[in-house]
């Protein structure tokens, strides 16, 4: 079993920043790999981006140049660095984690969820 604890949400203007992270736990991974999404009232849960062990990363479009991933692999715990956030930002994030590597966003490719972290951008 797998326990991914994330941190770092919370409220911020327009142009603000946050950083959040998520860190993994309950196993050895010698290979695995990581993601963050978010989901908005009313709408479905959408991938921003993932990152392996091996350092390999994929981005969704939308927030590319402006959300950076990275991760440190000692302590298994994956970043989001959001810049130049927008209120069309807010949302619940969460982390995501399986097994192996190859960068995906795809939902059903991730077998542990975290709870969520709150991000809320105001105008």
């Known amino acids: 079993q797998v326990q991914l604890v994330e941190s770092g949400g919370g409220s911020v203007q327009t142009g603000g920043s946050l950083r959040l992270s998520c860190s993994a736990s309950?196993?050895?991974?010698?290979?695995?790999?990581m993601g963050w999404f978010r989901q908005a009232p009313g709408k479905e849960r959408e991938g921003i981006a993932s990152?392996?062990?091996?350092?390999?990363?994929t981005y969704r479009a939308p927030t590319m140049g402006r959300f950076t991933i990275s991760r440190d692999n000692a302590k298994t715990t994956i970043f989001l660095q959001m810049n130049s956030l927008k209120p069309e930002d807010t949302a619940t994030y969460y982390c995501?984690?399986?097994?192996?590597?190859?960068?995906?966003?795809?939902?059903?490719?991730?077998?542990?969820w975290g709870q969520g972290t709150q991000v809320t951008v105001s105008s």
């Open positions: 995501a984690f399986r097994r192996g590597s190859g960068p995906t966003l795809r939902q059903s490719a991730f077998d542990y």
């Open positions: 309950g196993d050895s991974f010698s290979s695995y790999l």
């Open positions: 990152v392996d062990s091996d350092g390999a990363t």
